[in-house]
């Protein structure tokens, strides 16, 4: 059974890389929020109890289904906006007080501002690249190599066999590989 420290521990160590995997599923940081403090929430409300050793298997599971909820809501509020807007009534939207969260950097800081800059320069294309994969691969791609989750584990979050999630990282690494080398980035 978990203590209410490891569990804020665990949700303040995966809280950033939470937030950039949903950016990459959902390309819309408000709505990439929304699903990291849903998951979180869930978390905390459903699997507390578990074990610490549970949480990044269950928080990733929590969080990927929470991406494929979100697409689905999307996908039936166009229904019904399209309906709607047919109808002449539409639905207005109100922002956010959320989106003016400001996310700190973390991780190796170069000396010098050149380097600062071809440091954020190299990560904003390997974000692009990441980003333009199909979202399989980069789903198993985020899952395998940035929250180090093993095959295994990978294939149960994703709901799929140990062999696709193999396939998709090949590939996705391939890819990831090929526009890299192309732009001469070499890491």
């Known amino acids: 059974m978990a203590t209410q420290k490891e569990l804020s521990d665990f949700l303040a160590q995966v ?8 950016v990459f599923a959902v390309h819309d940081d408000a709505a990439a929020l929304d699903i990291v403090q849903d998951a979180m929430l869930k978390l905390a409300e459903k699997y507390s109890a578990r074990p610490h050793t549970e949480f990044p298997m269950l928080f990733q599971r929590i969080l990927q ?13 166009g229904t019904y906006s399209t309906q709607l807007s047919s109808l ?12 003016t969260l400001d996310v700190e950097d973390v991780g190796n800081v170069p000396d010098s501002p050149a380097a600062r800059f071809e440091q954020a320069e190299v990560m904003a294309f390997i974000e692009d690249a990441v980003k333009a994969l199909p979202d ?6 985020l899952l395998r190599y940035w929250e180090e989750l093993d095959v295994s584990e990978t294939a149960k979050v994703m709901g799929c066999s140990e ?3 193999k396939t998709h990282c090949s590939r996705a690494t391939h890819a990831l590989a ?7 980035i070499t890491l």
């Open 15 to 22: 809280e950033r890389r939470a937030f950039k995997q949903a």
């Open 65 to 77: 289904n929470a991406i494929r909820d979100h697409f689905r809501r999307a996908k039936v509020r």
């Open 88 to 99: 002449g009534a539409g639905g207005d939207d109100e922002s956010d007080p959320l989106d």
């Open 136 to 141: 399989r691969q980069r789903e198993a791609f």
């Open 163 to 165: 062999g696709s999630v």
């Open 178 to 184: 090929k526009v890299l080398r192309a732009k001469g």
